[in-house]
C-alpha cells in the first residue's frame, strides 16, 4: 500500500529531475562552446540607449538595471490605466446589456460580440498603424478643449506646474485619512442608532475643500504649462511645452481597454443576473426604491459573482500589455527582453527576470483575489 | 391634465391625444431631419442660434418630439410597444437619440466606404479610383493570405490535406454503437496521428513524388488553423493529465503539478513564444535542430495546455463524490475509476470551456509573427509594406477583422448552442 | 560459462561504445558545422528581410545582393555549386540568435562589427563585405540639407537592437540636442513610420537608407544628409567555437576581393589557370594545397570566382548597376584609393 504511494512520486521526481538535467546540462555546454558566461553582472553596465517614454529620470548613460525599472513601470502604467478605464467601461456595458430599453442594450451586445471576436493583436495593429496614423501633422491639427492637440506624433496637453507640489499631496493624504475615519464613525453611529448620515456628499466635499485649503494656507500654487508650436524646419513642426502621451501608448490603452472592457461586461451581466428574483423582489416590498435596491441589496451580493473573472481579466490585461513589443511602445518586453538582450546577448538571464517579473505580479494579484474572496465569504455567516 | 391621464373612451381626450402624437412625431422628424442636413448636406436650418445651441437642437427638437409621444397607454399597439422599449423616461429618450443620431451619422459613410465606393475589379493599383475601400488589393493578395508563401502551384496539397482530416473528424460522427466506446481513444490518440502524418506527408512533401516545401514558407490563414489544431489535440490529453495530477492526492505530483500550472498561467504568450525561438534550441545539444513551426506548436501546446487543466479541473470538481465513491465501491482502481466513470462525465460538463479555450488560441495565433511564421496578420503587414501596393492597410485590416470575426463568433455560437445543449442533460 | 559470456559481452560493448565515441570526438575536432552542411547539402544562410543591393528576394523567390553572394560564395566553396544556400530572412532582433541557436550557420546580414558583438554574443566576426557609416534621411520638403540644422524636439525613427541606436544616442548627446527615439523591429515599419509622418527623421546605415528609399511611396521626396556619424563595417558572422568553418568563410570573402586585385572575372578564371604570376595560379587552384588545409578540394577558390564573380562584379551587379550606390567610396581596393585590403591567400 505505501509501495503504490510512494513509486509514483519517485518516478515522477526522477522525471523531472532527469529533465531539468538535461536542459541544464545542454545549456552549459553551449554556453561554453560559444564563450558566453552567465551571470546577472551585465545589470550594472551602461545601457547606451534612450528610450522614448520613461516616467522616470532615464538616459542612456543609467545602468541595464534602471532601463528594467523603466520598462516595469511604463508596463504597470498601461496596466493600471487599462483596468481603471476597462472596468467603468465594461460596468457601464455590462449594466446596459441588461436594460430594458431595446436601443441600448442592442447597441451594447453589439459592441461586445464585435471587440470580443477579433483578436487582440489586429486590433492593436489597427489602431497604430491604420487609425493613429491618419491623425494631422501637428500644424494641421485643431485645437480640443482649450489647450489639446491630438496630432500624428501624440496627444499635446498642458502640463500642471506645482509649486510646494508636495504639500498639496499631503493634505490629499489627509483628506483620505479623514474621510475614512468618518466613514467609520458614520457606520458605527447607524448601527448603533440608526441615523443615516449622507455619507457620500460630506466625502466628496471633504476631499475638495481640504486639498484647496492647501491653496489658501500654505502656499501652493499651481499653473499650466500650455504647448505651443514651433517650427523646426521648413515643414515639420512639434510642440513645447505642455506634457505628451506619444500615439504607442494611446493605441495600447485603447486597445486593451476596448477588448478587456467586453469580458469585463459580461462577468458583470452575469453577475446582475445571478442574483435571485426574490432578493429583488423582498427588497421593493420593504419599500426600498430601484436604485437604492441596486445599491444596497443587488450589487453587494454580484460583486461576489463578479469578482473572482475579473480578477482573471485584469491579469489578463496586464499580460497582454506585453503585446507593446509589436508597436514601439517601450514596456518592459521590449524594452529589456528587447533591446537589453540583443545588446547584451544575455538571453538566458534576461527572458528568465522577465518572466520572474511577471509571475510575480499574477501571483500577486491572485493572492489578493484569494484574501478578498475570504474576506466576502466570512461577512456571509 | 398630463399626458399620463390621458381616459380614452373621453373623445376629447383621444382629440388631444391625436394631437400630441402628431406633434411629437413632427418634432421628432425636425430633429432627425436636421441632424441629416447637417451632416451631409452641410445646411444648418437653425444657423440663427448660438454655436454651443445650434450644435444640439437636433438633439433637443428629437427629444421634445419623443417626449411629446410618451403616452402611456395610447391604445395602439406599436407606439405602446415602442414606448416601452425606447421610450420609458426623459433620460432614455436622450440615450435613444443619442443612439440613433450615431448610427446616422456613422453608418452611410461606413458603407460607403465598404461597399459603394470600393473597387473590385482590376488587378493593380490603378483599377482603385473610387474613394472606397480597394478591395482589388485583397483580391491579388488572397492567395497569399490564404496560404502564406507556399508555391502557388502545390496549393492543392493544403486544400487537399484540410479536406481529409474535416472528413476524419467527422467520420467520428458515423461509427457504428459498437465503436463507441473507442472514440475518446481515437480522438484523442488516433486523429492526431493521422493527422500529422497527412500534414507531413503532403503539405510539407518530400517523397511520392511531391516537391518539398519548408515549413518557414506556410503562412496565411491554413497555417493558423495548423497550429490551432495541433495545438489544441495536444494540449487535451496533456492538460487532462495536469487536472488529474493537481486533483492527486500524493503531494510530489501535486506539487509539481500546481507549479507547472501556475507557471504557465503566469506568463504572457508572447515571451513564451520568444523563449521557444530564442533560448530553446540552447537547451538542446549542439547540432540538434527542431523545426520553427514545432517548436511553436510545442510552445502553445504546453501554455494552452495549462488553462485546459484549470478548466477541467472545474469540471472534475462539479462532480458529486458520490460518483468517486460508488466507482470505489465497485472495487474500480484509480485508472478505471477515471476512464471510464469520471472523466466521460467530466468532459461533457467543460466542452464550453474547451470551445472557450479554442477560441481563445484561434486569437492567439497572430502572436508567431514574433518567430517569424506568417499567419494572416503577418502576411497583411509583410503584403502593406509591399512598394506596389503602399497605403492600403486599413482594407487588410479590415480584411483580416472580418476574417476572424466570422470563424470567432460561430464558433462562440456553436459552444452556447452545446452548453446548452450538455445543461439540459443533467 | 554463462557469467563468462555476460562478461565478455559487455566488455566488447564498452570498447566499442569507447571507439565510436573516440571516432566521434575525433571527427568533431574537424567542424562540426562543416560535416553537418556537407550532410544537408546546403548552406544555412541568414539575411535581411528584404534590403534592396544586400539581400533582397524577388517574386519568384530568388535572393540576389552583396551579402547574398558570400554566401553563395561559401556554397559554391564546401557544396560545389553557388546555387545550394537556404535563405532564411531575419530581423535584427533574432539574427544573432539565429545564429547562436544553430538555425543558420552563417549570418550575411549587413551586422556592424563592433567589440562589444565579438566578445560578448558567442559570435565572430570574420570580416567585412562592406564599409558604410551612419547617416541620417530627411523629407526634402522639411528644407534641411544638414544635420547641424537639427533642432530640439526631433523625432527619429530606427531598429531596435542596433547599433543605430547606440550611435544616435550619442551623436544628439555630443550635440546636446534633445530627441525622441521611436525604435521599431522590422525595418518595413521604420520606414512606414518615417514615411508616414510620425518621424521627422529616418537613421541606420547609409547604404540602408540608400536601399530603403527605393521603397517609398515617392523616393524623390526624400534626401541623405551628407554627414556621416560613424564606422559601419558590415561583414558576416559565424558561431564562435567553430574555427575550421570561420577560416572557410573569412577566407572565401576575402578570394573574392583578392581576386579582382588580381583581374581574375568570372569570365576569365578558366584562362587564368595558365597565368605567370603565382599568386594568381594559386587563387584558381592550378597551383597550392590551399583547399586542404581549409577540409576542401582545391578547385574551392576557382569555383567562388566562376560562380559567383569577383567582389567587383558582385559589387556592380547589385549595388552600382541598381542605382542604389553607384560611388563605391571606400568600398574600392587599395590599389585604386578604397581601403578593400585583405590579407594574402597562400
Known sequence: MKIKKILPQILTLVFIVLIFGFFTMNAQENMETRGLDFGFGFLKESASFDIQFSLIDYDGSHSYARAYLVGLLNTLLVAIIGIILATLLGAVVGVARLSPNYLIRKTASFYIEFFRNIPLLLQIFFWYFAALRALPMPEDASLLFGSSFMTIKGFYTAAPIWTNGLVFFAFFILAIILII???????????????????????????????????????????????????????????????????????????????????????????????????????????????????????????????PPTTNQYLNLTKNS??????????????????????????????GITMATYLTISLAISLLMNWYNKRIAIQEK | MSINNFDLLKSN?????????????????????????????????????????????????????????????????????????????????????????????????????????????????????????????????????????????????????????????????????????????????????????????????????????????????????????????????????????????????????????????????????????????????????????????????????????????????????????????????????????????????????????????????????????????????????????????????????????????????????????????? | MFKYVKQLTSLVAMVAVLFAFTTETMAAKKSKTLKNTQKKGFVRCGVSQGLPGFSNADAAGNWTGVDVDVCRAVAAAVLGDANKVKFTPLSAKERFTALTSGEIDILSRNTTWTLTRDADLGVTFVGVNFYDGQGFMVRKDSGITSTSQFKNGISACTNIGTTTELNMRDFFNSKGISYEPVAFEKADEVVAAYDSGRCDTYTTDKSGLAAQRTKMSNPDDHIVLPETISKEPLGPVVRQGDAVWEDIVRWSLNVMIEAEEYGITSGNADMMKTSENPQIKRLVGSEGELGGKLGLDNDWSLRIIKQVGNYGESYKRNIADTGILPDRGPNQLWTKGGILYVPPAR
Open chain 2, 13 to 426: 381626450h383621444q382629440k388631444k391625444r391625436n394631437i400630441s402624437l402628431i406633434l411629437g412625431v413632427i418634432f421628432f422628424s425636425v430633429g432627425i431631419i436636421d441632424f441629416y442636413l447637417n451632416n451631409y448636406f452641410n445646411t444648418n436650418i437653425t444657423s440663427f442660434l448660438p454655436r454651443i445651441i445650434n450644435f444640439f437642437t437636433p438633439l433637443i427638437f428629437a427629444v421634445i418630439g419623443l417626449h411629446l409621444i410618451r403616452i402611456e397607454f395610447s391604445g395602439i399597439k406599436i407606439l405602446d410597444s415602442l414606448n416601452k422599449n425606447i421610450n420609458t423616461s426623459n433620460f432614455n429618450a436622450v440615450l435613444s437619440t443619442s443612439i440613433i443620431l450615431l448610427i446616422i451619422f456613422a453608418l452611410p459613410p461606413l458603407l460607403n466606404w465598404l461597399i459603394f465606393d470600393a473597387n473590385i475589379a482590376g488587378d493593380t493599383k490603378e483599377a482603385c479610383t473610387g474613394g472606397g475601400a480597394c478591395w482589388v488589393y485583397i483580391k491579388v493578395w488572397f492567395n497569399r493570405f490564404m496560404y502564406g508563401m507556399y508555391p502557388n502551384a502545390e496549393q492543392w496539397r493544403i486544400n487537399v490535406t484540410f479536406i481529409a482530416v474535416l472528413a476524419f473528424m467527422a467520420a467520428g460522427f458515423f461509427v457504428p454503437a459498437r465503436f463507441r466506446n473507442y472514440l475518446s481513444f481515437y480522438y484523442t490518440i488516433l486523429l492526431p496521428i493521422i493527422s500529422f502524418i497527412l500534414i507531413y506527408y503532403i503539405i510539407s512533401g518530400g517523397s511520392f513524388g511531391l516537391v518539398w516545401v519548408e515549413t518557414g514558407a506556410w503562412g496565411g490563414l491554413s497555417l493558423t488553423f495548423m497550429v490551432s489544431f495541433f495545438s489544441l489535440i495536444f494540449c487535451f490529453p496533456l492538460g487532462m493529465m495536469l487536472a488529474l495530477g493537481r486533483r492527486s492526492n500524493l503531494p510530489v505530483v501535486k506539487y509539481s503539478s500546481l507549479s507547472f500550472i501556475e507557471f504557465w498561467r503566469g506568463v504572457p504568450l508572447i515571451t513564451v513564444l520568444f523563449m521557444s525561438a530564442v533560448m530553446f534550441p540552447m537547451f538542446l545539444p549542439e547540432g540538434t535542430y527542431i523545426d520553427k513551426l514545432i517548436r511553436v506548436v510545442v510552445a502553445i501546446t504546453l501554455f494552452e495546455a495549462a488553462y485546459t487543466a484549470e478548466v477541467i479541473r472545474g469540471g472534475l470538481q462539479a462532480l458529486p463524490r458520490g460518483q468517486y465513491d460508488a466507482a470505489k465501491s465497485l472495487g474500480m482502481g484509480y485508472w478505471q475509476l477515471h476512464i471510464f466513470v469520471i472523466l466521460p462525465q467530466a468532459l461533457k460538463l467543460v466542452i464550453p470551456g474547451i470551445a472557450n479555450t479554442f477560441l481563445a488560441l484561434i486569437k492567439d495565433t497572430p502572436l508567431i509573427f514574433v518567430v517569424g511564421l506568417l499567419e494572416v496578420v503577418g502576411m497583411l503587414n509583410l503584403a502593406k509594406t509591399n512598394p506596389k501596393w503602399l497605403g492600403f492597410s486599413m482594407e487588410g485590416y479590415v480584411f483580416a477583422g472580418i476574417i476572424f470575426w466570422i470563424i470567432c463568433f460561430s464558433m462562440s455560437k456553436y459552444s452556447q448552442k452545446l452548453e446548452l445543449k450538455y445543461k439540459t442533460d443533467r
Open chain 1, 181 to 307: 475615519f468618518f466613514n467609520i464613525y458614520a457606520k458605527r453611529k447607524q448601527e448603533k442608532e440608526g441615523k443615516q448620515f449622507p455619507k457620500f456628499y460630506i466625502s466628496i466635499s471633504l476631499l475638495i475643500t481640504i486639498p484647496l485649503l492647501s491653496f489658501l494656507i500654505a502656499g501652493v500654487d499651481l499653473s499650466w504649462s500650455y504647448p505651443e508650436i514651433r517650427q523646426m524646419s521648413q515643414s515639420s513642426y512639434t510642440f513645447d511645452g505642455g506634457f505628451k502621451i506619444p500615439p504607442e501608448l494611446i493605441a495600447l490603452t485603447l486597445a486593451l481597454t476596448l477588448y478587456t472592457a467586453t469580458f469585463i461586461a459580461e462577468n458583470v451581466r452575469a453577475g446582475i443576473q445571478g442574483i435571485g428574483k426574490g432578493q429583488k423582489e423582498a427588497a421593493a416590498s420593504i419599500g426600498l426604491s430601484p436604485n437604492q435596491v441596486l445599491k444596497l441589496v443587488v450589487m453587494p451580493q454580484a460583486l461576489r459573482i463578479i469578482i
Open chain 1, 322 to 351: 506585453s503585446l507593446a513589443a509589436a508597436i514601439a511602445y517601450p514596456d518592459l518586453v521590449l524594452v529589456f527582453a528587447g533591446t537589453a538582450m540583443m545588446q547584451t546577448g544575455k538571453a538566458i538571464e534576461i527572458v
